[in-house]
């Protein structure tokens, strides 16, 4: 269980205010742990200054503020209180300005000596109050909330980009403690000590060396970095040190593979739309709640109040400051399905008029089937160096109090502004803005933030990875004296616990790794391992070495290779693949499958091989051969369990199937970057096939339909050459796909294409020869052309548009069977197995193939909020809805429309929907349909 939150939730926060995130909605998958880093500094370690001061931070009813802020305002440094309110920072000799704040209170600023030995600095924090002014009182009613945070909005993109590079310090702390385990895991969670931590798993017997998991338990991650940042992205990271009492596996360090986000960015770590989002007004109602002046600023504080309850909106309160209308602070609560996340952070002017967060505190009270725990996190930060953006100039709208920034935007001329910058300043220029200049003042900040980047990071369509780690090779074996010299915040009694119960862990472990293994236990690991052996063949592995050998088994009670249908009778098969990855890149992988059908008595068989040679230009060759029973319909059919199911339990066979010997070979490659070409040739001796039982668990009597689908070609009386027969058929395809502008990265010498902001354009050519010689009509030769057009688009936060537009024919169709015809995936069963894209839900199988030239078209458009969403009880799901409409328009299915409404997500697996369609605009059917995504 712990091992699950730690792989599966992991955050942290940069110096910049990014939130280092890594989360498993949105097609990541949950690798990293709960690690916390992801902070950029250069600093000497061995330089650490002696002088300390330390004190405690309380409010004035004498309670500890907990996680307030420390900043030393000469240095850029801060530091935070722990929960008791004790703080403690290590300072070279000289006089400072020392900053205490905390969120709610006002800040206190002293003038502090520091010379040799430690001083004891304790300070009260005074309540924060908020005043609302006359001059915020809006004539129209409108909450004066609403004219600060558009203007906050506006300036986000400037924000998200005005630092061009930093260097900077950080020291990172966090924590879990084991607040409830369900009773049902108590015993089968287990701590298993090693070397350096511990680690915790579930579902096995505890040794006699290991120790329970129990409520009370702690677990403490501290860490000491140094990062450097040039923007776009590029970082460099050093790990000096860090300390762990956490599961073995959650210290392999990579924080900068984790997702960025900002509270700047629109959307969160793909998790939840920000409140500074240009679309915030649709998610977000904001409440002011008064201003209070902080030095030479003034301070707005702003409730959000999300318009909904849901997982992915925030509430909580943020600060903007006057006439910057950047972030002061943010205190944002965000309830998910595993719990609630609190962020808090605290932004301070680090130089001129860039204002960075100095402090983090984050808090986590994870609540999921029985479990709690809560998880907090520290940091303390020290900016060495900040530049801005000399690319990017703030507008002449907002206020510059720094002299040097002021002088050289007073140099700017009014002639080399652009245009863009000329209607930003005009908008700035309003007392009051509309949404619509909201919305316009977001876009041009954009705009000018995008025209900041070198145009050679621009043109460029790799997508790089600029992030360096080094992992120094004593990071982890620090012992307590230099951590109680180097920790800036100092540890709470529960953190101090959490390493005593590491020690005497790792102790235990020392004392009894010294005790050689009775033979009676080698007989126990021989059983145990021939157990696991006998396991893997039953239910499936993968069996590796270091030579790149890989041999996959799907197992024996793989049930995805048991089914049944009326032609085959009960079909049984195995499953593996052989693969080997040689070092210069190149991959062979030999995948055999294997069949039984009882009923028709036949053996079959297939062999996919594919050998891969040049990675960056992703040429293959793969020959493909075999006898199987086919689909009739290539482009998807009724999923063979589903057909198992009501073929069974409902006397229903909707698949036809027909025997096919095949000979596949071809070839693959990238032509340039977006431009592929796929060449090959195919042959297959088609065999038509006969119902060969007629069992099923009920209505016995009843017959099976025939092996024939049901398509108005194939009626009595149609044309001879179009019916299903034997036939041998040989055919030469190549398919031209093309996406312009085409980004992709490269991963361990593999290219990935990542898509562009063009659609995918493809041409496909086939030219076919029949064998009609069973019906005496010979050879007969046909060509076939196909152009398709289709993209898939995020168009805003958790929402999505995807469209396709497919359009073929045949030179001469008239020597087609229905073989090759064009087949359309239709799924008229109100149950389905895995999502179909491009599917029809309303016409019968079979019953939409045609050898006719037709015009296809797909468009799905998904959104967290629409209908039903908006609704108590629904908004706070993970749930989006989803619009499509689908068209096909041929000889039989002239103008065939369908629309459709669902609702996916449904606990993660699950979509519900309704579907219409309509003939030339006359209503059809109505249907209901219920998919279950395993993939």
């Not at 002449?396 to 700017?412: E, F, H, L, M």
């Not at 021939?530 to 499936?540: L, P, Y």
Request: positive net charge; charged residues 20%.
């Amino acid at each position: 269980m712990l091992q699950f939150f730690r792989k599966n939730y992991p955050l942290s926060f940069s110096p910049k205010g990014e939130m280092i995130y890594s989360f498993p909605c949105g097609g990541r998958p949950g690798r990293g742990y709960f690690t916390i880093l992801g902070f950029l500094l250069f600093l000497n370690c061995y330089h650490l200054p002696a002088q300390t001061l330390k004190g405690r931070i309380t409010n004035q009813s004498g309670v500890p503020v907990q996680y307030a802020t420390v900043y030393i305002q000469e240095l850029r440094q801060g530091t935070t209180s722990n929960t008791k309110g004790d703080y403690e920072i290590r300072l070279p000799s000289g006089k400072y300005t020392v900053i205490y704040q905390s969120l709610g209170y006002q800040p206190v600023y002293l003038i502090i000596n520091i010379s040799d030995g430690a001083i004891s600095k304790d300070v009260i924090l005074p309540l924060q109050y908020y005043e609302i002014p006359e001059v915020r009182i809006s004539a129209s009613g409108e909450d004066p909330a609403y004219s600060i945070m558009r203007k906050a909005i506006g300036m986000a993109p400037y924000y998200q980009n005005n630092v061009s590079y930093y260097k900077a310090e950080v020291y990172l702390k966090g924590n879990l403690v084991i607040n409830k385990i369900p009773k049902l895991l108590q015993k089968s969670m287990k701590i298993e000590s090693s070397d350096h931590s511990t680690s915790v798993s579930a579902g096995s017997k505890p040794k006699s060396e290991d120790k329970l998991l129990k409520a009370g338990d702690a677990f403490l991650m501290e860490s000491f970095n140094e990062i450097e940042f040039t923007a776009p992205d590029k970082y460099f990271q050093r790990m000096i040190s860090y300390n762990s009492t956490f599961p073995a596996e959650g210290n392999e360090i990579s924080p900068m593979s984790f997702i960025q986000a900002s509270f700047y960015q629109p959307v969160l770590a793909d998790m939840a739309i920000s409140p500074l989002a240009p679309n915030a007004f649709s998610y977000y109602n904001f409440k002011y709640l008064g201003a209070s002046p902080q030095g030479s600023f003034s301070i707005n504080k702003i409730q959000v109040i999300p318009k909904r309850k849901s997982q992915q909106l925030f509430e909580g309160t943020i600060y903007i400051i006057e006439d910057l209308w950047c972030l002061q602070s943010i205190d944002l609560t965000n309830e998910n399905f595993f719990g609630k996340i609190r962020v808090q952070q605290l932004f301070v002017p680090v130089q001129d008029d860039i204002w960075m967060p100095v402090s983090h505190k984050f808090e986590v009270n994870i609540s999921i089937i029985g479990f709690r725990a809560d998880a907090g996190y520290g940091s303390s930060v020290k900016y060495i160096e900040v530049r801005p953006n000399p690319a990017l100039q703030k507008p002449a709208g907002i206020s510059v109090d720094y002299k040097d920034r002021a002088v050289t935007q007073k140099k700017t001329s009014d002639t080399t502004i652009s245009r863009s910058k000329q209607q930003i300043n005009k908008i700035l220029e309003k007392d009051q803005l509309s949404n619509r200049d909201m919305v316009k003042l977001s876009r041009l900040m954009e705009k000018e933030s995008v025209a900041s980047i070198p145009d050679s990071t621009k043109k460029d369509l790799e997508i790089k990875d600029h992030t360096k780690q080094i992992v120094e090779k004593d990071a982890g074996k620090k012992d307590s004296t230099y951590w109680a010299r180097i920790r800036p915040i100092p540890l709470s009694d529960i953190e101090m616990r959490s390493l005593k119960i590491s020690d005497s862990i790792k102790s235990a472990r020392h004392i009894q790794g010294t005790e050689p293994d009775s033979t009676s236990g080698s007989k126990k690991k021989e059983k145990s391992k021939f157990i696991k052996v006998a396991g893997e063949i039953v239910s499936g592995h993968s069996w590796t070495d270091t030579t790149g050998f890989r041999f996959t088994f799907d197992g024996l009670l793989d049930l995805k290779r048991l089914g049944f249908n009326s032609v085959d009778g009960f079909k049984y098969g195995l499953n593996f693949s052989i693969s080997k990855t040689w070092k210069h890149k190149s991959s062979l992988l030999i995948a055999p499958d294997i069949n039984w059908a009882f009923n028709r008595r036949k053996f079959m068989w297939g062999i996919n091989t594919n050998y891969s040679f040049n990675k960056i230009k992703l040429r293959q060759i793969y020959l493909r051969v075999g006898s199987e029973s086919k689909d009739v319909n290539n482009r998807g059919g009724i999923n063979p369990l589903i057909n198992t199911m009501t073929s069974l339990l409902l006397k229903k066979n909707y698949l036809k199937l027909y025997e096919s010997e095949y000979l596949t070979l071809g070839y693959s490659s990238e032509i340039i970057n977006g431009l592929s070409i796929d060449l090959s040739t195919n042959f297959d001796d088609r065999i038509v096939l006969q119902n060969n039982t007629n069992f099923s668990f009920f209505k016995s009597q009843k017959i099976y339909s025939e092996n024939v689908p049901l398509n108005s070609y194939l009626s009595p009386g149609s044309n001879e050459i179009n019916a299903l027969g034997n036939q041998k058929h040989f055919d030469l395809l190549s398919i031209l796909s093309y996406t312009p502008l085409q980004k992709y990265r490269i991963s361990k010498g593999v290219k990935i294409p990542e898509g562009s902001d063009w659609p995918t354009f493809s041409l496909a050519w086939q030219h076919g020869i029949n064998d009609f010689s069973e019906i005496k009509q010979g050879l007969r030769r046909s060509d076939m052309f196909r152009f398709e057009v289709s993209k898939s688009k995020s168009i805003g936060a958790f929402s999505n548009l995807r469209w396709r537009i497919r359009t073929a024919g045949y030179l001469d169709n008239r020597n087609l069977t229905f073989y090759d015809f064009f087949q359309f995936n239709s799924q008229p069963f109100p149950l389905l197995l895995n999502n179909y894209e491009d599917a029809f839900m309303i016409p019968s199988f079979y019953s939409m193939s045609t050898p006719e030239f037709y015009v296809e078209g797909h468009l799905k458009y998904t959104t967290p909020y629409l209908l039903l969403k908006l609704l108590p009880g629904f908004s706070n799901t993970l749930m989006r809805e989803n619009l499509s409409l689908s068209y096909l328009g041929s000889k039989y299915h002239k103008n065939y429309t369908e629309i459709g409404y669902s609702i996916s997500e449904i606990l993660f697996i699950g979509e519900l929907g309704v579907y219409a369609g309509f003939d030339d605009i006359r209503y059809r059917s109505v249907g209901l349909r219920a998919i279950l995504n395993f993939r």
